[in-house]
Each structure stands twice: as structure tokens, then as C-alpha cells.
């Protein structure tokens, strides 16, 4: 089989992950360049525009559970058999996968679906079709499901479980969102750094960051919660996995991506695990407003290249706060504090104000 881009990480039984011995053995990925493992599954262009998928292929030809698996170019012009491949390759480091429809579901349809008397089942009927539950790093399984769903073009990630216990942030560009925007002011306002980590980009424009975490507490599912944006995959959750193929396009692995996910960071943790606000919130999307001292320091710091995409954002929060016109001046000053022209600045900050 051709090498494939989860090289290297299969895990221990114990739970740690140890290098394949089939792998160059290096010292840790964080100290020093490594060699690109996820070759396979990177896009040939940034740029590249999204790949149409086809129609679901209907289950007349079962893939067989006990073929070889072909990584080669011929297999992985057909989605299916590249899902699988995908998949059994993650499933080998260590990360539970599921077969996805390209409308990113669960491909294999609940066995208890107009048994309404059945009561919530995960699995312990034996059979398949329950969706996350089924997920599995079990290569035999992993064949079976796949076989039960040759229609599939995608797979599923489940996160919160062992050996990575994977957490999902999920940074959105839909309805005039910046997910990485709001991440970068929330490292920013709470003092943690956003480490290198694998991060998937999605077909819409926005990018999936994998981040491993602790055993417990589990990490709950959220939209929204920490900030417009910002979706949070915990236990009971999936992502969908490099090289699944969508309606709306391929899901790709950044240039740079490394080939674990880093451990998520102290405070950011703290932040996912904390019980939800009080929901009396009035801002179009459910977030507090802003400090005023925060969103002004936000927009002097940035950086060349991030300097509109920040001040817009921070406007935003000014408006559903209703201050942007007490902040307007100040936003204003501090965009000139970064090298932008008062009316380009100010041309923003309307631009922010005509949205909301």
C-alpha cells in the first residue's frame, strides 16, 4: 500500500501514540521541520476551485470488506474507494471514522428508524446506522461500513474519544462571520497562544482546527457560544475528514498543516469547559457585547494583512452592542494606528454599521 498521510502516528494500546516502525523514526514534530506526511491529501493549488461531486452511486456493487486497499492515483479518481482508503488510513493512527454522504451525514441510515417504541440506541443492537456511535478505528469495521454504504464520498471523525479525545474548532465564513478573526481576539483578550495544528479547509472558505485534549471533562458541542463564528466539535460530534468529497467540494488539509493535533491550550480549554452563559442575550447572534477597552486593543494590534478584517469585525461587536457610534472615533484612531488611512478606515466601520 502507498504510504499515506497518517504515517507515523499509529497509537499504543497503553493510549500514547508511537511512531510507525515503518516510518523514519525523528525526534519530536515540534522541535524541527518534518517531512510533509500529509502529502497525499494537499490540494495541487491553494486556489484550487471545488471539485463538483458526483451523484451518489447507488448500492448495486458492494465494495468488498476484505480487499486489499489501493492508494494508488486510478483508486482515488473514484470518491468512494478514496473515502475508504482515507479512512482506513486515519482509522490506523488512531482516529475513530464513519462513512459520510456528500451532504457530510452519516451514510448508513439508523436500523430503528419507524420503531419509535425502541428506545435510544448507540450500537448495542449489533447492527449499523448509528452515526457517530458506529465510528471505529477497527480496519474489519471500518471495511463493513463502508461496504454497507458504497455511495459514500466522505468519512467521518469522531471526536472525544481515545486516543487524541480530538477537539474541533470549527472557524465559519458563512452570513458574514470570520471565525479566525474571533479566534484571534479571543487568544488575544485571554492571553493564549494558538499553536500550529492540523487544520482542514472547508469548501465554504472556512478551516477546521484539530486539537487533542484531556480524557475528561468532555468537551460539549456549541455553536456559537464562545463567539460568532466559532463551532465547537467535542464528544459526540464529528469532523469530516481530509479528502471527503462534498456537494459543495472537496475538504482539503492547509499547505502547512502538521501531522498531529497540538494539545489545546490551558485557557482555551477552560473557556470550552465552562457552563453557558445566561441566555438573555439580544445581539443578532447570541454573544455578549464586547468591552469597549478590548475590541479598541484588538485593532491596534493588527498585524499588516489582518488590519480591515479585524477592524470590521470589532465593528460588528460595536454595533450588536449598539456603541459603534460612541466608538467610531476611537476605532477609527486606532486603524490609523496601524497604517490605514482615516477613510478607509472609516469606510469600514460603515461598511460594519450598513450589515448590522
Known sequence: MTPGPWRGTRPDPSGGKQPDPRAEQKPDPWAQQQPDPWADLRPARPTEAPTTAPRDRPPTAPMDPTAPVDASATALTDPPAAALTQALLAAEAGYPVMPLTRSKLPAIRSPHRGHPEVPTCRGACGRLGHGVHDASTDPLTVRR???????????????GRPPHHLIGIDLDTKNGADGLTALRFLAEEHGFPLPPTVTVLTPSGGRHLWFSGPPSPPIPNSVGRLTPGID?????????????????????????TPHRPAPVPKTLLTLLTAPPPPAHREPPYGVPPQPAAALIRFVRASPRGQRNARLFWAACRAQESGLVQELAARLTEAACHTGLSAEEARATIASATRRG
Not at 145 to 159: K, V
Not at 246 to 253: K, S
Open 145 to 159: 461500513m463502508f461496504a454497507a454504504a458504497p455511495w459514500a464520498t466522505g468519512y467521518g471523525i469522531a471526536c
Open 232 to 256: 465547537v466539535r467535542g464528544a459526540g460530534g464529528y469532523l469530516v475528514g481530509p479528502g471527503s468529497l462534498t456537494t459543495h467540494g472537496r475538504y482539503v488539509l492547509a499547505a502547512d
